[in-house]
């Protein structure tokens, strides 16, 4: 079976100069940039100059981050999701968090609703991977029992990516634009 293949774009920041514009120390700089909670704010922008697509004006803006408007043929939308060592979750972020639950329907309404997930890897900040996944295979991964509601783990993650994936790696500057999302 051929792999297919996937570019993920690996950016790498300048720790000091972070931590000199925020008044931190690099650790402390380091701690809350491989925080999913604190880095998925800046992700949607850093995502929107990597892939070209337009981040949503409302930030609460239902089921996607961002979108590309294909004219008559309708938007291709987009969701942005940060992970650590801790794994990821792709359901909607009304079903996640303290006292929210997802059912596995609700887990499958949330990844058909977008067409790409750009996933954040913010494991090793101050460099980090963007991978663009499209839903199908998501989708693909819950048919085979291996994605439920509790997400999939950081060292599954990378199983199933180069178990599934033919995987070249893109290094780029946050000021230039790959301008495409696969």
């Known amino acids: 079976m051929q792999k297919e293949k996937i570019t993920v774009v690996e950016a790498a920041f300048s720790l000091e100069e972070i931590a000199a514009a925020l008044k931190l120390t690099p650790d402390d700089v380091v701690q809350k940039f491989r925080d999913p909670r604190i880095t ?14 337009k981040k949503h004006a409302n930030a609460n803006h239902p089921g996607s981050d961002g979108a590309i408007a294909l004219g008559n043929m309708g938007r291709f939308d987009i969701s942005v999701r940060c992970f650590n060592t801790n794994g990821i979750k792709f359901q909607k972020s009304k079903f996640i968090g303290s006292g ?83």
């Open 100 to 182: 929210r639950k997802a059912t596995q329907d609700d887990l499958i309404d949330s990844i058909e609703s977008v067409e790409r997930y750009v996933l954040v890897d913010l494991r090793g900040f101050p460099v980090l991977k963007f991978y663009p996944i499209d839903s199908k295979a998501l989708l693909r991964l819950i048919r085979h029992g291996k994605l439920t509601t509790s997400g999939i783990g950081s060292a599954r993650f990378d199983l199933w990516v180069n178990e599934v994936f033919d995987v070249t790696t893109q290094p780029i500057a946050l000021g230039q634009a790959t301008g495409a999302l696969g």
């Open 40 to 53: 998925s704010w800046f992700a949607e922008i850093w995502g929107e100059r990597l892939f070209g697509y």
